[in-house]
């Protein structure tokens, strides 16, 4: 099977997260793909193949003979996509790229003008969505990867390797991917998620992240009778919105520079919510950005009384570069695995997370490898069949002992 019928069998399944529930994992549906992919480890040859009651799906790839002390070395990717966008009944297309812009349906289109690094594209064979969900290639295109290599090795035992350890996660998308992850089982010295973008990208480097959950009361009158009464939450969730610095946002940042980010606002005066997440690479940055926070809830408290504002700031993840600054020989191992495949590599950091930077701090250094895909957790999102094909090849040079 070819890395992208593979990928298209894994994007049938619908493993939408969900950030509210309480579950483990967050959603059921998400255990439907790990049962199978655990059968389809199984066919493979893997060894040690289990599906926990967590949803995280494990397995071995025996040493080569000969190869038995090399260091294991772990592959990682998550199963779940983005509660942003919808995952359900996506309808991928193949597209072999030209130039120009792509119709993706129902009055949908991908413009060179919003994404001028399509024409980085021409000439390779792209998927992309109908316009109306978003693909999955965040993370399929890296469960794809890894079981494609995988399968290689075990047609080719002429590679020599040492013992490869392979998981699944559920739950990234919404930061608890790592939760009940067996670091003693899965038996590898250091690993890598298979969860970025642009093919080449290398990245050690991520967001320090908290998310706030902004609550605004109000008092709601009657609007003919309201002067002096009403306390609109609506207005005073606009007003707390006003006070955070308007150019330190996703749209006005890059790079090493943070954000605020509202993804989400629901109420009426009596109660609104706002949801935001907030991300520095620099750990003093951010505690300034949750202070500023702080500061206008404040003022806001202040102004409308005690209780108008609540605030729940929760730390998500941190900068996973302390972790694997002293094993940097691992960033040249994969480096070397994408120059021998002719792949350029280039060290940026990332403007999110992986599971990787948790799983960092739990003891398992994982940086963080390319996929292929583009414009993650919206209906633009595309991945490229040419780059998923490289980065199975980066991965069995990965793992050549």
Do not use: W
């Amino acid at each position: 099977m070819t890395v992208e019928e593979r990928f298209l069998r894994y994007v049938a399944f619908e493993t939408t997260s969900d950030e509210e529930s309480e579950a483990t994992p967050s959603t059921a549906c998400q255990l439907l793909l790990a049962d199978h992919l655990a059968e389809e480890l199984r066919a493979l040859g893997l060894e040690n193949v289990r599906r926990d009651e967590y949803g995280r799906v494990y397995g071995h790839l025996p040493a080569s003979p000969g190869c038995e002390e090399e260091t294991c070395i772990g592959l990682i990717a998550h199963m779940d996509t983005s509660p942003a966008v919808s995952g359900a009944n996506i309808k991928p297309r193949f597209v072999q790229y030209a130039g120009g812009d792509i119709e993706l349906g129902n009055g949908v289109v991908t413009r060179v003008s919003d994404f001028p690094f399509l024409k980085d594209y021409e000439g390779q064979q792209l998927i992309v969505t109908d316009g109306t969900t978003l693909l999955g290639a965040d993370d399929k295109a890296g469960v794809a990867e890894i079981v494609s290599a995988a399968e290689h090795l075990l047609a080719h035992p002429e590679i020599k390797h040492g013992r490869l350890a392979i998981a699944f996660t559920p739950d990234e998308e919404v930061g608890r991917g790592p939760e009940h992850f067996d670091i003693p089982g899965f038996g590898a010295e250091y690993a890598y998620t298979v969860d970025g973008g642009t093919l080449g990208e290398l990245e050690y480097e991520n967001f320090n992240a908290a998310a706030v959950k902004v609550t605004v009361h109000g008092v709601n009158i009657h609007p003919g009778s309201a002067k002096n009464k009403m306390k609109n939450a609506v207005l005073i969730a606009g007003e707390f919105m006003s006070l955070l610095p308007p150019a330190e946002t996703p749209a006005h940042t890059e790079g090493y520079e943070g954000f605020y980010h509202a993804g989400d606002i629901a109420g009426n005066e009596t109660l609104t919510k706002i949801g935001y997440i907030l991300r520095d690479h620099d750990e003093t940055k951010l505690e300034e950005k949750k202070r500023t926070m702080q500061r206008a809830a404040d003022f806001l408290n202040e102004r409308y009384g005690a209780g108008t504002i609540e605030l729940m700031i929760r730390d998500q993840y941190r900068n996973m570069k302390e972790k694997i600054l002293p094993v940097m020989h691992v960033i040249r191992r994969a480096e070397e695995a994408m120059q021998k495949a002719g792949v350029e590599p280039k060290t940026v950091p990332i403007r999110g997370g992986t599971d990787g930077a948790q799983l960092s701090f739990m003891g398992l250094p994982c940086p963080n490898l390319s996929t292929g895909g583009e414009n993650f957790h919206g209906i633009h999102e595309f991945v490229s069949v040419d780059a998923m094909k490289k980065m199975v090849e980066v991965l069995v040079n990965l793992v050549t002992a």
